[in-house]
RNA sequence: GGGCGAUUAGCUCAGUUGGUUAGAGCGUCUGGUUUACACCCAGAAGGCCGCAGGUUCGAAUCCUACAUCGCCCACCA
């Protein structure tokens, strides 16, 4: 066997994904082709990744974010610019910590407070290990071509130190400090949460109506003022009773709202509306002079005793009590309700903590402290009942808060908070997207990013757990003369007053402050850690370096594009890009890429907690990573979102077993045909994972799975049939029509797949590689080849243009399919390692490969509309077989009546007809005669005529010419009737002309096919 | 309640600044062992472009209202 023999022999007939994305990962990784160093030759392209959660593994929104990242990168890369793309993982704080408490809980049975700080996160320090692994693996799967030598965790020790810088320089400038603050309080975790982190669900619940007691009622005013209230426990921290100060006049504005709504709202709306408008009138009647009566005892200072703990409690006049809501009072609970917080302070009441961090009542709570939530409700509803207070109950539908991390109710809690400014900072971010430095694609996802910022809402980075960079704060009793001598010339220290203690709060800049940094006073650390987001704010400038004055820095940063998904714009985004500004001067990037979300098959997102988030590794087992990437591009479109049909493949018997809501969180399934058991990626039991794996599938995978094998299928066929090339540059004289359609054609697609990745557009460039790899390069060139290389004369040409074409195909897909075509164009350089148009030695990797440079001179329409039209031959030809079922094998003669011009066209053409359609030309030209019977069709500029003598079906050619015509005329009268209207006069001339050469075409068109209906109806009658 | 997006063939989606007869894949149907590929080839059927108005010579495309679905933000003692 020779060499070419053997080459030829160990081409699979079907792509082997496995053996080429394990050879070819191996080879990227051992050439290091995706390092990036410091390169003032080249322009920087830098893509620092969003760093995914150790939680837990990625998901299809990963890969989907991954690969788009990737496509970019590896562009560029083959671009010329030192493309360097970061890689790393977020702790994600509250998520990871949650998840390891839980798992702690529900395997040991322990809360964190058995184990201790130290042993928890250490706990965590295993789990994230785990996951990072397997997320690099993922991630390294997917074909990614970060430089792994930079990969970074926001935990580490680089990213450590840019978090206490960042926070010093924020403590420096007085943009920290610390309040009391009305916190989202998770009762599980024990840690306040942000509001981005609090769901709101719907739920049964009750409304219950209490008495409170006047103190002292004089004549005519009321015994009792009666609130409602759907969470009667917190009454024990009652400071106040709201009344409006004004209660008549509150009545009139909302009836003059009302009475406006229903004016202009839409008809079934408006009962809605109306009974509403008498709800309100009725309750004016009944109780406007009882709240007048009690805004005067208000505003005279007088008291309401609380039941219960005996307390006399103010009635106070704020505007927060709507006389139209409720009983038109309310009771006042500032440390549990953030809008009661909000009267509190406007009324200067103080506010009473009932709870304790585990969300049990404290001492405030009197006879009830120690007990949880739902026993303290029993408990005071039971007694407020005995009391008589409690005089009516009504069901409710209420929402109540849940934390999205533990799943667990959220209570309000007076908490200590640390809080950075947003004043200035959100200004920075915010005139970044204004004035175009930081652009965002696409452009609509700008104005919620500004409406967040615009708010300038102070940013609570504090979080009452134990995993996370720990908060850089110490406080100490010592006086200031004191601190001043302890830290003498040290740049790395400052301070503050402690305004809730009198003490002071030291920040230090890098190392952690001993207890007895201050001889003789005690130096006590700040227990809390910061928010995970404020970590991941650095991440564009902390992984290159700073604070340190890198080279890196200096030569990567502003890095060029970020591309994440929408929920994250205001959490992560806004402040990567405030954090940017305010630590370097400069923006984080220069464009936000904001790509769709992956749907479920019932259009749901998808979220751990749903647990419909699908492991890409078991995609890309059965489909290969190619087809993953390539079919996940070819979704990305920028107004709709991705829509995932997924099933599973039963490994055993290979039906296809629907994934429910049901069975997709399951760690194993039994096939309901074979009722066998398979595994997913659920399993976790030793017994599970020893199952095999069933497959995910889907529809779009298929596709793009089969496009990979038809690339590398064509591939095939080149290399094949390469014995004896000799590389030469191409002589354009020598080229014939074929070549100068497939040509021009790889030159549109290459301007059009790089305009269109540079945009984002992914889709475009998938569909359009899609489309010439198949339909122009597959279906018409290769066909067309193969009887150009028997013949010796026309062989070397031929070989030259497949080449060619196959060369600059596989590095315009290599982005988007980096596998398949590294594979085929390594091996292609044993075939020919010289090759293209311009012969060049091919580089040792596709990857490393210079971008095709667009050859516009190589694009022309005229040989692109000449080479449609041989096409178009060839479709009717086909057709006219297919219609009268002739067999394969048998040849039919066929001719076509056009002027000179098309002739001369498809005169070169004649072996193409035979080969690709077994049909023997008998002439072209303006003077063939029409047979009396054939299969005809008309096409523009051409009646062509094919020959099926004997075998013709009369009455299938009657009735396929009589639905023509019948069509024809349908678009005759339409365009009639439009070009004797006001379009000829108003349209723009060069569309009225082009209008009316098409009426003339499909004139000359019917008229055909009448006299072939005619003749065919004569030879049916004379039968 | 505020904002954003979607609605096109049985299904999943394209459709560039309004301009010939609205496209693709899957599925369906017909016919195929052509020396790259059955993960393939050739062909066919299938659409009142969500509904109603409007602008225009001309609307899937622009405007208004409505309907349905999804996402984000805010809020309801």
Redesign the pocket.
Request: hydrophobic share 30%; proline share 5%.
């Given at each position: 066997m020779t060499n070419q023999e053997q080459l030829i022999n160990d081409?699979p007939?079907?792509?082997d994904h496995q053996a080429a994305q394990a050879r070819q990962t191996a080879f990227w990784e051992e050439k290091g082709f995706f390092n990036s160093d410091v390169n003032k030759d080249k322009k920087p392209f830098t893509v620092v990744i969003p760093p995914p959660n150790v939680t837990g593994a990625l998901h299809m929104g990963h890969a989907l974010n991954d690969t788009l990242q990737d496509a970019l990168v590896r562009m560029k890369r083959m671009q010329g610019y030192e493309a360097l793309w970061v890689p790393g993982v977020d702790h994600a704080g509250i998520a990871t910590q949650a998840v390891v408490e839980r798992r702690l809980f529900e395997l040991e049975g322990k809360t964190r407070w058995d184990l201790g700080r130290e042993a928890l996160v250490q706990r965590i320090w295993d789990w994230k290990d785990q996951y990072q692994r397997r997320i690099v693996g993922q991630i390294k799967a997917l074909g990614c071509s970060c430089d792994w030598r930079r990969e970074r965790f926001t935990l580490d020790d680089v990213c450590a130190k840019a978090v206490r810088h960042f926070f010093y320089k924020l403590f420096a400038e007085g943009l920290i400090y610390r309040g009391k603050r009305l916190v989202n309080w998770d009762v599980t975790l024990q840690t306040a949460v942000s509001?981005?982190e609090?769901?709101?669900e719907?739920v049964a619940g009750n409304?219950w109506y209490l008495n409170y007691p006047v103190v002292d009622p004089q004549e005519g005013e009321p015994e009792f003022v009666t609130?409602?209230?759907?969470?009667p426990e917190?009454m024990l921290g009652d400071v106040a009773v709201?009344v409006?100060p004004d209660p008549a006049a509150e009545f009139d504005r909302v009836e003059k709202e009302l009475r406006a709504k229903l004016a202009d709202?839409?008809e079934?709306?408006k009962d809605e509306v109306q009974a509403e408008l008498d709800d309100l009138l009725q309750r004016r009647v009944d109780s406007l002079p009882r709240l007048i009566k009690l805004a005067e005892m208000a505003k005279a200072g007088r008291k309401v005793v609380l039941p219960l703990q005996n307390r006399e409690i103010p009635l106070v006049a704020d505007v927060?009590?709507?006389?139209?809501?409720?009983?038109?009072?309310?009771?006042i609970?500032p440390a549990h309700?953030?809008?009661?917080y909000e009267v509190g302070k406007r009324q200067d009441l103080p506010a009473i903590n009932l709870l304790n961090r585990d969300g049990t009542y404290n001492e405030n709570a009197g006879k009830y402290q120690g007990l949880n939530l739902k026993k303290v409700r029993q408990a005071v509803l039971a007694d407020l009942e005995e009391l008589g207070v409690l005089v009516k109950v009504e069901d409710?539908v209420?929402?109540i808060a849940t934390s999205d991390r533990s799943k667990t109710a959220i209570e309000p809690y007076l908490n200590d908070q640390w809080f950075v400014k947003m004043a200035d900072l959100a200004q920075t971010a915010m005139d970044a997207v204004e004035n175009g430095e930081v652009k965002i694609e696409?452009k609509?996802?700008a104005?919620?990013y500004l409406?967040?910022l615009s708010?300038k809402?102070d940013w609570p980075i504090g979080r009452q757990l134990w995993w996370g960079h720990r908060i850089p704060i110490w406080y100490t009793d010592a006086t200031e003369a004191e601190l001043e001598a302890a830290f003498a010339g040290r740049a790395d220290v400052m301070w503050s007053p402690d305004e809730s203690t009198g003490g002071w709060l030291v920040c230090s800049q890098t190392e952690d402050l001993a207890e007895d940094a201050v001889p003789g006073r005690k130096l006590i650390r700040e227990e809390d850690v910061l928010d995970t987001w404020f970590s991941s704010a650095l991440w564009p400038h902390s992984t290159l370096g700073w604070p340190e004055k890198t080279a890196e820095l200096d030569y990567y940063y502003p890095t060029s594009v970020l591309i994440t998904s929408?929920?994250i714009?205001?959490?992560w985004v806004a402040r990567m890009v405030l954090a940017g500004y305010f630590n370097t001067g400069k923006k984080p990037f220069e464009t936000v890429f904001i790509h769709p979300?992956i749907?479920d098959?019932?259009?749901?997102?998808m979220s751990k907690s749903k647990g419909n988030g699908v492991d890409p590794i078991a995609v890309m087992e059965k489909?290969g990573a190619d087809?993953l990437r390539f079919a996940l591009a070819?979704?990305t479109?920028?107004?709709?979102?991705?829509?995932?049909?997924l099933d599973f493949e039963c490994p055993h018997c290979g039906a296809t077993v629907e994934q429910t809501k049901k069975n997709r969180t399951l760690p194993r399934i039994d096939c309901p045909k074979c009722k066998k058991a398979f595994s997913t990626q659920w399993a976790e039991t030793e017994e599970d994972k020893a199952l095999p794996l069933g497959p995910v599938v889907g529809?779009?995978f298929?596709?793009a799975?089969?496009?990979?094998?038809?690339l590398?299928?064509?591939?095939?066929?080149?290399m094949?049939?390469l014995e004896g090339f000799e590389p030469k540059a191409i002589d354009p004289s020598e080229l014939l029509v074929e070549d100068r359609w497939i040509l021009s054609r790889l030159a549109s697609v290459a301007k059009r797949v790089t305009e269109s990745l540079e945009r984002y557009?992914y889709?475009?460039a998938a569909?359009a590689l899609?489309?010439f790899a198949?339909?122009e390069?597959?279906?018409?060139y290769?066909?067309i080849s193969?009887s150009r290389l028997?013949d010796p004369a026309r062989r070397n040409l031929a070989q030259n243009v497949l080449l060619t074409v196959l060369d600059s195909l596989l590095r315009l897909l290599h982005p988007i399919a980096p596998f398949v075509t590294e594979e085929v164009w390594r091996r292609l350089a044993d075939f020919a390692p010289v090759r293209g148009a311009v012969p060049t030695q091919a580089t040792e990797s596709v990857s490393i490969a210079p971008w095709p440079t667009v050859d516009e001179a190589a694009i022309d329409p005229e040989i692109e509309a000449r080479f449609a039209q041989f096409q178009e031959a060839?479709?009717c030809v086909?057709?006219a077989?297919?219609?009268q079922?002739v067999?394969?094998?048998t040849e039919v003669k066929f001719a076509v009546k056009c002027d000179a011009d098309v002739a001369a066209l498809l005169d070169p053409m004649k072996d193409y007809f035979r080969?690709?359609?077994?049909a023997v030309a008998t002439g072209f030209g303006p003077d063939v005669e029409p047979p009396v019977l054939s299969s005809n069709a008309a096409a523009?500029g051409m009646e062509i005529y094919v020959d099926v003598a004997e075998l013709i079906d009369v009455a299938t050619e009657i009735a396929k010419k009589e639905?023509e015509i019948e069509?024809?005329e349908g678009?005759i009268k339409?365009?009639e009737a439009?070009l004797s209207?006001?379009?000829?006069?108003?349209?723009?001339a060069h569309?009225?002309e082009?209008?009316r050469?098409?009426l003339e075409?499909?004139k000359t068109?019917r008229d055909v096919n009448v006299a072939t209906l005619e003749r065919l109806r004569a030879v049916a009658a004379s039968k």
């Open positions: 081409l007939k079907q792509y509001d981005d609090v769901f709101h719907t409304f609130v409602a209230t759907t969470r917190t709201a409006h709202c839409p079934r709306e927060w009590a709507k006389p139209e809501k409720g009983t038109g009072c309310v009771k609970t309700d953030p809008n009661d409710r209420i929402e696409p609509r996802y104005k919620g409406d967040w708010e809402r929408r929920d714009i205001s959490l979300k749907l098959k019932y259009g749901e997102g489909f087809a070819f979704l479109t920028d107004s709709q979102d991705v829509r995932l049909s529809e779009r298929e596709v799975r089969n496009f990979c094998n038809k590398w299928n064509a591939s095939r066929f080149v094949i049939n557009k889709s475009d569909r899609y489309d198949w339909d390069f597959c279906s018409f290769v066909e193969k028997f060839l479709r086909r057709e077989r297919a219609r079922n067999p394969p094998k080969s690709m359609a077994g523009p639905k069509k024809l678009f339409s365009k439009k209207g006001g379009f000829a006069e108003k349209a723009p569309v009225v082009k209008e050469a098409s075409e499909l068109q």
